[in-house]
């Protein structure tokens, strides 16, 4: 019938086209669910919030309470003697002691090591002043050596004009050698008489009376020791011919007169018996020889050498 055509059929595959006022009510109840929802939704979140604010003050106040307990605590434990901080605390305080210690030592070792070295350089720099020194006062002695020899050749030539050797006496146009106790080693005759060929002269010849008191007042000026008769004995040089029996000069003259002898000599036994003659002064000027043994004696000796003359 026309009045009641039926609804044409939708074709497959092809979109089907909803009902609006289907649908306008369906979004319009489940808005009104929503707002239902979301109504009695409100209540929980607040409470939810006021729960956590709680539970944040709770804990933030066990968290003081805490750190408080924590601080007492720990304030306490480190004020126990028996206490492992303690113990900690001590050993810092050692470690701190130590290291000073151990630092002060290496500064200690670090001075005395310079200290050392100074001391090293100052002994090198006195071993060389000090020999600097040896070598001037060396230097100083042959100087002082130098100038008495100087000195002594002076008097020497003051005294005899030049005509004697150093060391010699000009009297009466001879020059004498009278051996020093002091420097010359005592000898037999002999070695005498050899010292005096090697100066350039001989052994003490006494040719006259005025040369025996010439040389006995000159040996009294200047000896004045007469307590022991080797410092004060002089080999001269006179000796017995063995062959002829009589005494001889060196020059191979006899004696003029009977000589000056002492008493009791030339003596053939006692410790003044020999061969060899020698002169020693006495009170008597003309009694001042004797006789010892050439070898075996000891003494001083005088040399005696022609002087130069005066022009030359």
């Given at each position: 019938?026309?009045?009641?055509?039926?609804?044409?059929?939708?074709?497959?595959?092809?979109?089907?086209k909803?009902?609006?006022?289907?649908?306008?009510h369906?979004d319009r109840?489940?808005?009104?669910?929503?707002i239902?929802?979301?109504?009695?939704?409100?209540?929980?979140?607040?409470?939810t919030?006021?729960?956590?604010?709680?539970l944040?003050?709770?804990?933030?106040?066990?968290a003081?309470?805490?750190i408080?307990?924590c601080?007492?605590?720990?304030?306490?434990?480190?004020?126990?003697?028996?206490?492992?901080?303690?113990?900690l605390?001590?050993?810092?305080?050692?470690?701190?002691?130590?290291?000073?210690s151990l630092?002060?030592?290496?500064d200690?070792e670090?001075?005395?090591?310079?200290?050392?070295?100074?001391?090293i350089?100052?002994?090198?720099q006195l071993?060389?002043?000090?020999?600097?020194?040896?070598?001037l006062?060396?230097q100083?002695?042959e100087l002082?050596?130098e100038?008495?020899?100087?000195?002594?050749?002076?008097?020497?030539i003051?005294?005899n004009?030049g005509?004697c050797?150093?060391?010699?006496?000009l009297?009466?146009?001879?020059?004498?050698?009278?051996?020093?106790?002091?420097?010359?080693?005592?000898?037999n005759?002999?070695d005498?008489?050899a010292?005096?060929?090697?100066?350039?002269?001989?052994?003490?010849v006494?040719?006259?009376?005025?040369?025996?008191?010439?040389?006995?007042?000159?040996?009294?000026?200047?000896r004045?020791?007469?307590?022991?008769?080797r410092?004060?004995?002089?080999?001269m040089?006179?000796?017995?011919n063995?062959s002829?029996g009589?005494w001889?000069?060196?020059?191979?003259?006899?004696?003029v007169d009977?000589g000056?002898?002492?008493?009791?000599q030339?003596?053939?036994?006692?410790p003044?018996?020999g061969?060899c003659?020698?002169?020693?002064?006495?009170?008597?000027?003309?009694?001042?020889?004797?006789?010892?043994?050439?070898?075996?004696?000891?003494?001083?000796?005088?040399?005696e050498?022609?002087a130069k003359?005066?022009?030359?």
């Amino acid at each position: 019938m026309e009045g009641t055509q039926s609804q044409p059929k939708p074709r497959v595959g092809a979109p089907v086209k909803p009902n609006i006022s289907e649908n306008f009510h369906t979004d319009r109840h489940s808005r009104s669910l929503k707002i239902q929802r979301a109504g009695a939704l409100v209540p929980h979140h607040r409470v939810t919030l006021l729960l956590l604010g709680l539970l944040n003050a709770v804990l933030l106040i066990t968290a003081i309470v805490l750190i408080i307990l924590c601080a007492g605590a720990n304030e306490d434990y480190l004020l126990t003697p028996d206490s492992v901080a303690s113990t900690l605390l001590i050993e810092r305080s050692y470690l701190r002691n130590h290291s000073k210690s151990l630092k002060a030592e290496q500064d200690a070792e670090a001075s005395f090591a310079k200290e050392k070295e100074v001391n090293i350089q100052l002994r090198l720099q006195l071993n060389q002043e000090t020999k600097i020194s040896d070598t001037l006062w060396r230097q100083v002695d042959e100087l002082h050596k130098e100038k008495d020899a100087l000195i002594t050749e002076k008097n020497d030539i003051e005294q005899n004009c030049g005509r004697c050797p150093s060391g010699w006496i000009l009297l009466n146009s001879t020059c004498y050698y009278f051996s020093l106790p002091e420097t010359d080693t005592y000898k037999n005759w002999p070695d005498s008489r050899a010292d005096c060929i090697g100066g350039g002269g001989d052994l003490l010849v006494i040719d006259n009376l005025q040369e025996q008191i010439l040389i006995s007042e000159y040996i009294s000026q200047t000896r004045s020791d007469f307590s022991m008769l080797r410092i004060n004995a002089y080999w001269m040089g006179l000796q017995k011919n063995q062959s002829q029996g009589t005494w001889m000069w060196i020059n191979n003259s006899t004696m003029v007169d009977s000589g000056y002898w002492r008493d009791q000599q030339p003596s053939i036994n006692g410790p003044q018996s020999g061969d060899c003659a020698a002169f020693s002064n006495f009170i008597d000027m003309r009694k001042t020889w004797f006789s010892g043994n050439c070898q075996e004696c000891l003494y001083n000796w005088v040399c005696e050498m022609v002087a130069k003359p005066l022009n030359v």
